[in-house]
């Protein structure tokens, strides 16, 4: 039997099966969130912007706060770190709608049919696995007392460990007996999602030590539009290259906003990349405003983080066929506003034109990089990094 089938059967076989299982809290097992809120029935929101923060994309201050809203609930940049001995791993999880800003970006790439450009995936023992969608409950489920009704709104993901399946039907792993696993598990980068209990084959499910921080700041490429995978997203790939921890607090449609930074900082930050800049080509805007809020955010990054290396990226290029600039924004004006405000700062600037190549394969709609081009962007990214920027 599959963990989904032991997790969702009422029969008195996948009982005895159950019995067998290892299961934790997700809580526990969760990176990249700022800030977690307890719901009912033990389910956990975890998010990737402070209270405050949150409260600040919503505001006056930001240039879109509707779209901002729906992006910071996103679980861009979030996973579950841990080992297992298990062969299969289960998370059950409640899935949020996909904002409607989104699929304003995405719908046009589908020509009518809508795909989700995003899931659940996983890293066990640096072996990628596929990205998939919950798999949805529609009945009561034995083990869990949930307030809101039968199997409402709850989904199981699961993934298989092992590079190669022995199981037959109707047979399980002997706990115990099974290697260990160290697996990162990513959470949706396009949308948001509550998370409960993470459940294994195996004897234990321990949590991977922490490690330090790499923080972006970024606007929707660093969210990880049109990689259709988190694992894809650039940050994730370039936080596993350098081996940190990500925390992921770019938002879709964001400029450079100071109040964005406000409230707690990150815990224990290494490396912070800021890629902001491409979305003041939308909108009408003055090489003044401009650059008053690109010096007033970079120097509150170095405020808030005196130690970490902050390496800023100029805006990544476009199809101007495809995303004409807007007639009264300052966009042109823009990439030597921010290497100026960078480098009177002594940040490492990084040419964004140089991380994406033109052209369809790397550049899904004219914008954003597809999977590929998010590939390339972390690679080029990494190099440049440890070649000093």
Not at 111 to 133: E, N, Q, W, Y
Not at 324 to 336: G, L
């Amino acid at each position: 039997m599959s963990l989904y089938e032991v997790l969702t059967s009422a029969s008195s076989h996948a009982d005895a099966a159950r019995a067998m299982l290892y299961h934790t809290d997700a809580a526990g097992l969760l990176r990249g969130a700022v800030w977690t809120r307890e719901n009912d029935g033990g389910w956990v929101r975890p998010s990737r912007v402070g209270p405050v923060q949150a409260r600040a994309l919503e505001s006056c201050l930001a240039w879109h706060p509707g779209l901002f809203r729906q992006m910071a609930r996103t679980t861009a940049g979030i996973c579950l770190r841990f080992a297992t001995d298990g062969t299969e791993v289960a998370v059950s999880v409640r899935l949020d709608d996909e904002p409607s800003g989104t699929a304003d970006v995405l719908a046009p790439l589908d020509k009518g049919r809508r795909r989700p450009h995003d899931g659940f995936s996983a890293i066990a023992d640096g072996r990628a696995l596929a990205c998939v969608m919950p798999q949805t409950v529609g009945r009561a489920l034995p083990w869990m007392d949930d307030a809101e009704g039968p199997g409402a709104g709850i989904g199981i993901v699961s993934f298989f460990l092992e590079r190669h399946s022995w199981r037959g039907a109707g047979t399980m792993a002997i706990p115990g007996l099974g290697a260990r696993h160290e697996v990162c598990l990513w959470l949706p980068c396009l949308r948001g999602c509550e998370v409960r209990d993470v459940w294994s084959d195996g004897t234990y499910i321990e949590p991977l030590p922490e490690r330090p921080h790499l923080l972006v700041l970024g606007d929707s490429l660093g969210q990880g539009f049109c990689a259709d995978d988190p694992l894809l997203a650039w940050p994730s790939l370039l936080a596993a290259h350098l081996s940190l921890e990500l925390v992921n607090q770019s938002i879709g449609g964001q400029v450079f906003q100071p109040s964005a930074l406000m409230g707690e900082s990150v815990e224990e930050v290494s490396t912070i990349v800021i890629e902001l800049g491409n979305n003041y080509r939308h909108e009408a805007c003055t090489v003044a405003e401009v650059t008053r809020d690109v010096r007033a955010y970079l120097r509150e990054v170095v405020r808030a983080y005196p130690t970490a290396r902050v390496v800023v990226v100029t805006p990544t290029g476009h199809d101007e066929d495809a995303w004409p600039v807007h007639p009264r924004s300052c966009a042109r004006e823009v990439p030597a506003i921010v290497r100026a405000a960078a480098r009177k700062l002594g940040l490492h600037v990084i040419d964004g034109t140089r991380l994406i190549e033109r052209g369809d394969v790397v550049l899904s709609d004219g914008e954003h990089p597809s999977a590929a081009g998010h590939v390339q962007m972390a690679a080029r990214l990494a190099v440049m990094l440890e070649g000093g920027a």
